[in-house]
């Protein structure tokens, strides 16, 4: 790879970005941000298309596999919101709204840290700050409504993977809750980075009973990410700076890299 030049910078938010993706048809730009909107930007303009119904930091947005008009954004404010960019700009809103909350009575929210698609854009599976669980909804059971959890209205399932481990011990406090969720398409595999410092994978979505593969050794924090490449190799980010990289079929200790950083990596 040759040397990458920088060709161009623009202000995207009024506060800190968490999460950068290309649409389905790489013609626009996907931003998520701490002043609770994300943003649909046409690069050449640098004109943002702003999706604003948030009350909390937006973590993680996505295309939706389905359409390049659906784009998912999640939020420390528990909640998933579906939009649809056909919609006239005015009449912008969220078309579907999964509010993730745990106590309706109390209206207590679990914040969102992080989705993914899964089942070809049909299924989402979110990850919480708070809990170690993953819940996987069902987009074909909801109906542009607020969903509540607690219902289990198109809800699929709810797996813990520490609580799948025969060898789990209790975490300890503080290091409840995962910070990130990724699938890999080509090997149809889950991988859950945890605040406990530990990465699990499930290598077959098909078999969730399954216990989940438990890769150790990078400390953690809500920022820290991972993915997974179609050989099984997992790559994570670390508060040390350093990239970590395990075979997931050999679940030792990972290779671990330095390039200098002094703070956190976070995005691999």
Known sequence: MGDCALTETFQAHHNSIFDVNWTLDNSKLLTASGDHT???WDIEMQVPLVLAGHKGTVKCIKNSPLSSNLV???SRDGLINLWDLRVPLEELQPALSIANKVNSRKKLTRGLTGFEFVNSGLVIVSAESSV????F???????????KSKSKVGCLAEIDPRNQLENFSRPTEG????????????TNSLVVS????????YQNLNNLEKEPVCLSGANSNFYVRSCM???????????????????VDSACFPQKFSYGVSSDMNAV
């Open 175 to 186: 290091s409840h809750g995962n910070s990130w969720v990724y699938f890999q398409e080509q």
């Open 38 to 40: 994300g943003a649909v």
């Open 72 to 74: 998912c954004t999640a």
């Open 132 to 135: 170690s669980s993953l819940r």
């Open 229 to 247: 490449g179609p050989s099984g190799l997992v790559a994570s980010g670390s508060t040390e700076g350093d990239l970590c990289i395990w075979e």
């Open 137 to 147: 909804w069902d987009l074909r059971k909801l109906e542009g409504s607020i969903v």
């Open 194 to 201: 945890s605040l406990n410092n530990c990465v699990y994978v």
